[in-house]
């Protein structure tokens, strides 16, 4: 979809010193799962996964960019939180995207970017980014539907789904698997949310990842970022 943009391949295979001198800006993020709490038995900065987040600080102790932006979701344990703190040499500032989106979705931002407080609540809800014609397709099948409303108990719907909810639960990488996921309930049934509508709830243009299933499209979206809270962050840069 984006044939400009240059393609580096595996993060860990990449030789940062052809970089030095030449990057303004390195954002990262290493993969979550490891240290989200909706992981059990999470394993960390240690896990196969969260290690990665010492790549990327090879990546910035050998580019030594003018500006950097480290991203990892807010339910870390503190002392995984405490080791990012320590080894960057910035404290974190937590934003949740329900300021700038219809999606809670707490994160943590350590940056040098200066003055980066919150950003203005833009009051936008669940309803404001759903579309108005949506494919059969996303809507439970009667046997899905029959299992639904059996299992629609409290904790179901405090963890997994949001049903008329003001705002959507957190997107992750495994949107709809294992019924995890937010679930819309509206006069023709309950339905999952459409790649489109999972898009703009981490403010990407609409068909943003086309080209690719549904469920690679439901997993790319889960695993980036919501963008305009970037957009937030980058605004203080100063040249």
């Known amino acids: 979809n984006y044939p400009d943009t240059i393609q580096l391949g595996d993060v860990n295979n990449i030789d940062f010193t052809q970089f030095i001198g030449k990057i303004d800006l390195l954002l990262g993020g290493s993969p979550c799962q490891d240290l989200s709490i909706a992981k059990q038995n999470r394993q960390g900065l240690k ?25 990892n979701v807010a339910s870390m344990k503190k002392e995984d939180k405490d080791i990012i703190t320590k080894t960057l040499g910035v404290e974190p500032i937590m934003i949740n995207s329900a300021l700038v989106s219809a999606q809670q979705r707490k994160r943590l931002y350590w940056t040098n970017v200066p003055g980066v407080q919150q ?12 579309e108005k014609y949506v494919d059969s397709e996303y809507y439970l099948k009667n046997n899905y539907l029959e299992w639904f409303n059996k299992n629609k108990d409290y904790n179901l719907k405090k963890k997994f789904c949001s049903l008329n909810a003001k705002k959507a639960i957190t997107l992750t990488a495994r949107q709809y698997a294992s019924w995890r996921g937010n679930y819309i309930e509206d006069s023709f049934g309950i339905r999952k949310l459409t790649p489109i509508e999972c898009e703009r709830l981490q403010t990407l243009h609409d068909n943003y990842t086309e080209g690719i299933s549904d469920t690679q499209r439901y997993k790319c979206i889960g695993n980036g970022w919501t963008v305009d809270v970037i957009v937030h962050i980058l605004k203080h840069i100063n040249y």
């Open 119 to 130: 950003p203005e609540d833009k009051h936008i809800y669940l309803q404001d980014i759903l």
């Open 47 to 71: 896990g196969e996964r969260s290690k990665l987040f010492w790549k990327y600080v090879e990546a910035l102790n050998i580019v030594k960019p003018k500006w950097f932006i480290f991203e």
